[in-house]
């Protein structure tokens, strides 16, 4: 008897491995993953979804496909003659800032330290960034905002796939505000370049958090919608081949990209600040040191404003927020500034004169603390006033 139930004990246990192996194969068979496919030459959309693919974004300015495809196609994929590299599509979000404060309505907060700082206000007579398109990649922009809608030129919501950028976080309001919050008669707070056009491409959900193929996609719309300046207060840890060679061929087409250093208390520069044709910008504070939580590294080109920077926030609100991402658009606005009054220049050339007109901290000449310095609007637009 006993061996009788030892059969059908051992019986059991074998047709449940059974269903669970059967369970676990049908599962990896069902298992997808989004990636990024860089081909040689031409994308092979016919080849993705042969494959079983569903095609998320096919890029127009660089050769790849972003798409959804079961995990056992990977291998099939990296064996075609004409794909040069796959790519896992990675979760990527804000750099976390220090602090956040949100002002009432009917407070009366001071002005914004930052405009002040990169001596913005001096050439508000003559430049205002009038007829410069900006580009902000973040979490969408309130564009109902009061400061914030006589500039708001439309833009599109990559996380939920439609035309409405609202925004539901407030994270890319504040941003929008340091670059062109209106100077109107009810003046709380005023953009660095108060008539640039701002385009808001939402890549980042409520949580502030996206994916690498969402923010290549908006970089692709800017490309492809003749963008001026590309403002990215996000980044990643990891280098990805297709965000590298998106950001160039933006540089390439002749669109200035500004992006974050980082918030990991001087850990290296995030991408894509990192990369060759992005100027990377880290904060500092009001007495001119580099903010605690800032990234350092070679990279670093810039310093700006980034400790208790109010601006607009969702909700017709106004917030002080600490960061890197906060810097960003104080630089993103000078260049504004500078196209503004010479539509005729290159990335190239208005990173020389950025560079060059930059008040110089920290140790002589580029450092990794500083880079060339504080951004100084003045300076730089000297020779056009």
């Known amino acids: 008897m006993k061996k009788t139930y030892a059969l059908i004990a051992l019986s059991l246990l074998s047709l449940t491995v059974a269903i669970i192996a059967s369970a676990a194969a049908v599962q990896v068979l069902d298992d997808k993953v989004t990636v990024i496919i860089g081909f040689k030459d031409s994308p092979d959309a016919e080849l993705v979804e042969s494959l079983d693919g569903v095609i998320k974004y096919q890029y127009h300015a660089i050769p790849a496909i972003a798409a959804e495809i079961p995990r056992y196609s990977i291998n099939g994929l990296k064996n075609q003659p004409d794909v040069e590299y796959i790519e896992i599509d990675t979760e990527v979000c804000i750099l976390k800032t220090n602090s956040l404060f949100c002002w009432e309505k009917d407070d009366d907060p001071e002005t914004s330290w930052g405009v002040d700082c990169v001596d913005a206000e001096k050439v508000h007579p003559d430049f205002t960034g009038e007829g410069v398109r900006v580009a902000v990649i973040d979490t969408g922009i309130d564009y109902t905002h009061p400061d914030l809608a006589p500039n708001y030129y439309g833009g599109y919501d990559f996380v939920n796939g439609d035309m409405d950028p609202m925004d539901d976080n407030g994270h890319g309001t504040h941003v929008a505000g340091i670059i062109a919050a209106v100077d109107n008669d009810d003046i709380i707070v005023v953009g660095v370049a108060p008539d640039a056009e701002i385009y808001a491409l939402k890549v980042l959900n409520s949580d502030c958090d996206g994916q690498i193929s969402d923010i290549n996609a908006a970089i692709d719309w800017a490309i492809m919608h003749d963008m001026d300046v590309i403002s990215m207060s996000l980044g990643s840890s990891t280098d990805f081949i297709s965000m590298r060679r998106m950001c160039q061929k933006a540089y390439d087409e002749g669109i200035v990209l500004v992006s974050a250093s980082g918030n990991d208390y001087g850990g290296n520069v995030s991408y894509p600040a990192a990369y060759d044709s992005v100027i990377a910008v880290s904060a500092i504070e009001k007495n001119g040191s580099v903010a605690d939580f800032s990234n350092i590294g070679p990279e670093v080109e810039l310093v700006a404003p980034g400790v208790n920077i109010l601006s607009t926030y969702k ?60 951004v100084n609007a003045s300076a730089c637009l000297e020779n056009y006033m």
């Open 315 to 374: 909700e017709d609100g106004y917030a002080s927020i600490a960061g890197t991402s906060m810097a960003t658009p104080h630089v993103s606005g000078v260049v504004a500034l500078l196209l503004s009054a010479d539509d005729t220049l290159s990335p190239e050339e208005v990173r020389e004169i950025l560079a060059s007109t930059a008040t110089d901290f920290g140790a002589t000449g580029r450092d990794e603390l500083y880079g060339f310095g504080l």
